[in-house]
């Protein structure tokens, strides 16, 4: 299967997972409106085939790039033409191009919006990450490479740009929107499908991203009272601990699973393999591609049982684990 890449990039990026997610949404087979909620990069609207949508996301960056090229103030060609010129002066710049990246930064954190600065600084960025600092300033250090636009990379970015602007549908059949989740999911009705990816709780947080239990418990809320069909990513498990929001909210809807390895990360937690879960509230009986092995609810006190089960086996205790010893895999 061929997956559209956006031209935006983040960590929590969900490219690998389109098969499996689309999987889902063939079975849920609504014949209404996408409508996503936590946006990002796009890569999962940009995948679902639909020609209606409402899209959102805290982030105005996001929002303004894909309304921009929606309304066409933002095109290919524009965007080579400019990739080249600030790639020319990235290359020349002092400090093997520290100093033009600097220069970008600090207009862009000035609040000259500018949307071809906002993805300047995604590409020039380190490893393709996206953190917003306490002010909403973008930061993220530079990825030390001053020729980072050579030519074939400025045409990767500027086909990705046309590559989305097919897909995005005029107004009024996608709509963009920089709101909060909850005032975009009770737009929803029955023949639509609504795919949530929030921040995930405990894990990467900045300024778009901050995301607490009672944000969890209201997604959850709302998503009960839907009338829409709805799927959610969110984390399972991993090699250290359980994603407590699983038991305390989503056990009570249909959850598959599978094991997912995030390259990018800042934290060691977040290099690690982790299972990734989708949360939906329809019958899942006929998904079995790529399933991880969980199509029923699974209750994480049969997860910990396991768990201890394999620990006794391997003779570890409570004891050693205090004493520094590695916790072993646990499913
Ligand atoms: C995990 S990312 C989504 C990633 C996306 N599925 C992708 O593949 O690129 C979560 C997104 O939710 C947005 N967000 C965080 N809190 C939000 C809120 N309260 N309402 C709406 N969007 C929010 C963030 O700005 C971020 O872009």
Redesign the pocket.
Do not use: E, H, M
């Given at each position: 299967m061929k997956v559209i890449v956006p031209p935006i990039k983040?960590q929590?990026?969900?490219?690998k997972l389109i098969p499996w997610i689309k999987d889902l949404v063939s079975i849920a087979d609504q014949k209404g409106k996408w409508i996503e909620?936590?946006?990002?990069?796009?890569?999962?609207a940009f995948n679902s085939g639909y020609k209606k949508a409402i899209l959102?996301?805290?982030?105005p960056h996001?929002i303004g790039f894909y309304k921009g090229i929606q309304d066409k103030t933002i095109s290919a060609p524009l965007m080579k033409k400019y990739l080249e010129e600030e790639g020319k002066l990235l290359s020349e710049a002092e400090n093997n191009g520290y100093e033009h990246y600097l220069k970008v930064r600090s207009r862009f954190n000035g609040g000259e919006f500018s949307p071809y600065d906002f993805i300047f600084l995604s590409r020039a960025g380190f490893n393709g990450m996206m953190r917003f600092g306490s002010k909403g300033n973008w930061n993220i250090p530079f990825c030390k490479k001053p020729d980072r636009f050579a030519q074939a990379y400025i045409t990767k970015i500027t086909n990705q740009v046309a590559t989305v602007s097919q897909i995005i549908q005029p107004k009024p059949n996608w709509t963009f929107h920089n709101?909060?989740?909850?005032d975009?999911i009770p737009l929803a009705s029955e023949n639509d499908i609504i795919y949530c990816?929030?921040?995930?709780y405990g894990r990467h947080v900045d300024y778009?991203?901050?995301?607490t239990e009672q944000?969890e418990e209201l997604l959850f809320n709302l998503l009960s009272e839907t009338k829409a069909k709805f799927i959610l990513?969110t984390w399972h498990h991993n090699d250290w601990r359980e994603n407590e929001m699983i038991n305390k909210f989503w056990n009570k809807f249909n959850i598959v699973t599978k094991d997912h390895f995030y390259h990018n990360g800042g934290n060691i937690e977040n290099r690690r393999t982790v299972v990734e879960a989708l949360v939906c509230n329809f019958d899942t009986d006929d998904f079995t591609t790529h399933n991880h092995g969980l199509t029923e609810k699974i209750k994480l006190e049969q997860l910990a049982l396991r768990f201890e089960e394999r620990q006794e086996a391997l003779g570890i205790t409570a004891a050693t684990q205090k004493a520094g010893k590695r916790v072993p895999k646990t499913v």
């Open positions: 983040s929590g990026i969900k490219t909620p936590f946006l990002g990069t796009g890569v999962v959102n996301d805290t982030n996001i709101k909060s989740f909850a975009i990816d929030p921040p995930y778009y991203n901050g995301w944000d990513s």
